[in-house]
């Protein structure tokens, strides 16, 4: 979805572990370049490219991936891309989040409990070979060079001005980011869009919930129109109002 000049809400429909999902990455664009944000889970590579260029945008324009924290669910095909790109993109993140998504550090999500909670959670009808694939790949979570530390507050030149916010809570180094000519907030998973109305951190999926709440009152010093949320996707009724609605329960 092409949400105003420049900027485009990708959908992609994935199953993981026997169950659908849809995530939402972004990409904004430029006549000269593309910068896709968050790279999906692994093996979602060939979907993204074709969501891309169903979006009318040529591959051959991006040159930069924004990673916005570790989750495998964002990480998960930044070595894809780096592989089948090599020499030609640039990835940027926080420098909190940057061991985590260069390998050099285990995710904080991925505990050894966590994989056995995620294993144990697959479908009865899963083969013992596919189980053992799934905990293989979640003891070794995908991992990606990060070129250039983002900084909180920096204004990048895309696509007429992205806006760093440094969000943490859900992960250490968590990034959002508002795109200035559109008025619209990158939550990426500070928030998340539910059964059409936008909601703040899930305290099961948060690094450090309390930290996550508090991170939503930087979200005020924007004039946001709308929000894309990396899970639940577009969100664009007032959401100034529901922003400052959620605010005011911290």
């Known amino acids: 979805m092409q949400i105003a000049n420049g900027i485009h809400m990708l959908e992609l429909e994935v199953t993981i ?51 916005s924290h570790q989750d495998i669910d964002h990480i998960g095909s930044l070595p894809t891309f780096l592989n089948e790109m090599p020499n030609k993109l640039t990835v940027l993140a926080s420098e909190l989040e940057k061991p985590y998504i260069e390998g050099e550090k285990m995710l904080i999500k991925v505990t050894p409990e966590a994989i056995d909670r995620a294993v144990a959670s697959l479908p009865a009808d899963v083969s013992p070979e596919w189980r053992k694939a799934f905990r293989t790949n979640l003891e070794n979570p995908p991992k ?66 309390e930290l996550a709440r508090q991170s939503l009152k930087k979200f005020t010093e924007y004039d946001i129109e709308t929000v894309i949320c990396y899970h639940g996707g577009l969100f664009n009724e007032n959401a100034n109002a529901r922003i400052s609605e959620l605010v005011s329960t911290i």
Do not use: W
């Open 17 to 67: 572990m026997g169950r659908p999902n849809v995530i939402y990455p972004t990409l904004l664009c430029d006549e000269k370049s593309a910068v896709l944000i968050d790279t999906g889970y692994p093996g979602n590579f060939p979907l993204i490219c074709k969501a891309i260029e169903e979006h009318h945008v040529s591959l051959d324009k991006l040159n930069t991936i924004i990673i």
């Open 144 to 209: 990606g060079q990060v070129h250039r530390i983002l900084e909180a507050g920096e204004q990048l030149p895309i696509a007429g001005g992205l806006i760093t916010i440094l969000t943490p809570g859900h992960t250490p180094g968590h990034l959002s980011f508002y795109h200035v000519p559109s008025k619209t907030l990158i939550a990426a998973d500070a928030m998340i869009v539910s059964d059409g109305q936008l909601l703040g951190p899930i305290p099961a999926y948060c690094a450090d919930y």
